[in-house]
């Protein structure tokens, strides 16, 4: 696939103000990594550059020092991408920062969904800044820190040196609820590797499939077994936890499907449900079809791919999992397990 060779790696990040999004992005700009990133910032002075780092500028690009630049959003992110990629020497990769309160959804769709920008970049991950000490209020007091977070594909958890061990676990447990399979990375001072957050392949399902089998596994169950009792207390768990952020996540599972039932379920249900599906990911088994089938959504949109046989011994089953708002569980599995073969 040459293509995707020629296309540029592009990271999404969201997070609070204050959650430490500026220090992370000076670190890129700044730093000696060896790679020319591109980042893009909506507010140029909230980043607050040392001007001994920017070699040159011409108003709106400013490079730095370390082969990286930086620019503003004027308007169009697509604009702005195609004037990058127009520049002589292109860059390993594009990092585009949404302000604090975006709602990461139509940055990302833009990557996901448009035709031109999709011939030069990829969406490869979205990353959320969640700041350790203050999300259990954000989650209490605003929609958009869970949004970030259900649509994160990793999430930096930052600020973990301000919280008790026992708080950062319970920190954790609400992540895990709103996106059971977003990479969790804890941090101080933003002080992330790059490589955890740059060039994942993240949002590529296929490509985080085979990096983690299990990455769609409920509440990623592979890693620590419940006894039954604690099952069900987690179960309450999840419902007191809806009351505050509205967003959680609902995983399915099921046989072998029937394409000619599958398929139109799947269109009804996005476009009916479509604003309260903020990500949708699954492995189908399609009836009578050797391989894998990989979907994965952002609101309506929706895309699917074959991505490898089934291999021996593997189980052959299908997993879907929604993440949403006042998503209907019970209606969402019964009509799933009628689409079966």
Same mark, same amino acid.
């Given at each position: ?17 204050? /959650? ?169 001072? /933003? ?15 296929? %490509? ?107 189980? %052959? ?15 969402? %599995? %019964? ?7």
């Amino acid at each position: 696939m040459s293509d995707a060779q020629a296309q540029i790696p592009v990271t999404v990040l969201t997070g609070y103000l204050g /959650s430490g999004k500026t220090t992370l992005l000076n670190r890129i700009l700044s730093e000696d990594h060896g790679k020319r990133y591109a980042v893009i910032v909506n507010e140029f002075g909230e980043i607050g550059i040392d001007n001994d780092l920017i070699v040159e500028s011409d108003e709106e690009i400013y490079e730095m020092n370390n082969g990286c630049i930086c620019c503003t959003v004027r308007g169009d992110l697509i604009r702005t991408v195609e004037t990058l990629m127009r520049r002589p020497g292109r860059f390993d990769a594009i990092l585009v920062e949404t302000t604090g309160l975006a709602d990461p959804a139509p940055v990302a769709q833009t990557f996901f969904m448009d035709d031109d920008v999709r011939a030069k970049t990829r969406l490869d991950a979205v990353v959320a800044l969640v700041d350790a000490k203050h999300l259990p209020l954000r989650l209490k007091d605003s929609r958009e820190a869970a949004d970030q977070i259900a649509f994160a594909d990793v999430v930096v958890l930052n600020k973990t040196d301000l919280v008790s061990e026992d708080e950062l676990r319970q920190v954790e447990a609400s992540i895990r609820r709103i996106n059971p399979s977003a990479r969790i990375h804890r941090t101080e001072r /933003s002080a992330v590797n790059l490589t955890d957050v740059l060039d994942r392949g993240a949002f590529d399902l296929k %490509r985080a499939l085979d990096n983690d089998p299990h990455f769609l596994d409920n509440d990623h169950d592979h890693e620590h077994s419940h006894d039954h009792d604690d099952h069900d207390h987690h179960h309450d768990h999840a419902h007191s936890h809806i009351e505050e952020s509205g967003v959680r996540s609902i995983s399915l599972r099921g046989g072998d499907m029937d394409p000619k039932k599958f398929f139109p379920w799947l269109e009804k249900t996005t476009q009916m449900d479509g604003p309260s599906i903020l990500r949708l990911k699954g492995i189908i088994a399609i009836k009578d079809d050797p391989e894998r089938y990989v979907v994965q959504g952002v609101h309506m949109i929706i895309e699917g791919d074959h991505q490898r046989a089934w291999k021996d011994g593997e189980r %052959r089953e299908s997993r879907l999992v929604f993440i949403g708002r006042e998503l209907d569980e019970e209606r969402l %599995r %019964r009509t799933f397990e009628a689409c079966q073969a």
